[in-house]
């Protein structure tokens, strides 16, 4: 199973690039346990360490991937699968509880806040993303939720298996829709209580059980800021994975146009929305960009790392 280097073909010929390196999975080598463990002997294997759900960066800027001669066999033995590149590099991702001072040294681990937005290199982000959520499945899928015993691992990590009922596992991944709302020349953008004051961000929101993609955005426009849209109007453009504390949502980023002009916020979930130009979304993005560009407004806008961002380059760059 291969995770090409992806990018959604959007209207007018414009790609959106996802964070999927070029990274073969190994769904056939996952069902061979010998060829597993002989992948941990090539001398070019990688291995990324994380330490709970943080993982360890170098020079500030990049993931620290370890080789097999400084691996200990405890952490070779626990290691999960991640795939191969095209060159058949495996590369695997452990918990890293304890660590020689030595290889420390100008490295730290952080969080995928902090991550994410250093991570320039595809490969790093489809790994990072996957590693990081095999991890939390594996530290916390002990058990059967079904009949309450012992879980094993399968398939190199990427699940887990039931010693006596036999129920399959797999990591959890919460999908999630992140709409652009747009009128013209003008979109509409909201913030949370818990941003700062200046940050606004597309409206977004969690799929319920049965509700189609376009459901979803239907519904959450109508919750959280009372417009209307219709089925016709809602466009899909691109998706990407989005770690958590507790699992992996899949942001599946739309834009839908309405003739509305007047709105409602939620005061549940949002503290204000407001209408912004074509051109002032422009600047912004432009001034993050590029810092040497001052912008006239002081609002902020989310990194270049996320779906809204991709959306909203989209639109304003859009022939």
Not at 266 to 273: F, K, P, S, V, Y
């Amino acid at each position: 199973m291969f995770c090409l280097a992806v990018h959604s073909r959007l209207p007018g010929g414009r790609l959106c690039h996802t964070t999927h390196g070029v990274i073969n999975r190994g769904d056939v080598l996952r069902r061979d346990p010998s060829k597993l463990e002989a992948l941990t002997m090539q001398p070019d294997s990688l291995y990324l360490p994380f330490r709970g759900v943080d993982v360890l960066i170098e020079d500030e800027k990049s993931l620290h991937w370890m080789r097999r001669e400084n691996m200990d066999s405890t952490s070779l033995g626990s290691a999960i699968f991640l795939g191969q590149d095209t060159n058949s590099v495996p590369y695997f991702a452990f918990e890293a509880e304890r660590l020689p001072d030595h290889l420390l040294k100008d490295k730290q681990f952080k969080k995928w806040r902090e991550v994410l937005p250093l991570l320039d290199n595809e490969r790093d982000q489809t790994l990072f993303m996957w590693g990081r959520s095999l991890i939390l499945h594996d530290r916390n899928w002990q058990y059967c939720p079904k009949c309450a015993n012992p879980l094993v691992r399968t398939g190199g990590g990427s699940g887990k298996k039931c010693s006596t009922c036999k129920t399959e596992h797999y990591p959890r991944v919460d999908p999630c829709i992140i709409t652009l709302i747009t009128n013209g020349d003008s979109c509409l953008l909201a913030r949370s209580p818990q941003w700062d004051k200046k940050r606004y961000s597309c409206v977004a929101g969690f799929l319920e059980s049965g509700e189609t993609i376009e459901e979803c955005v239907k519904r959450e426009v109508a919750e959280e800021v009372g417009i209307k849209v219709h089925e016709k109007d809602i466009r899909y453009v691109c998706s990407m994975p989005w770690p958590t504390e507790i699992a992996s949502n899949l942001m599946i980023g739309c834009w839908t146009d309405t003739k509305e002009r007047n709105f409602k916020i939620d005061t549940h979930e949002l503290e204000d929305a407001r209408w912004f130009s074509k051109e002032t979304i422009k600047e912004i993005l432009q001034s993050q960009a590029d810092t040497t560009i001052k912008p006239t407004t002081d609002f902020i806008l989310p990194g270049h790392w996320t779906t809204a961002h991709k959306l909203l380059t989209h639109w304003v760059t859009k022939e």
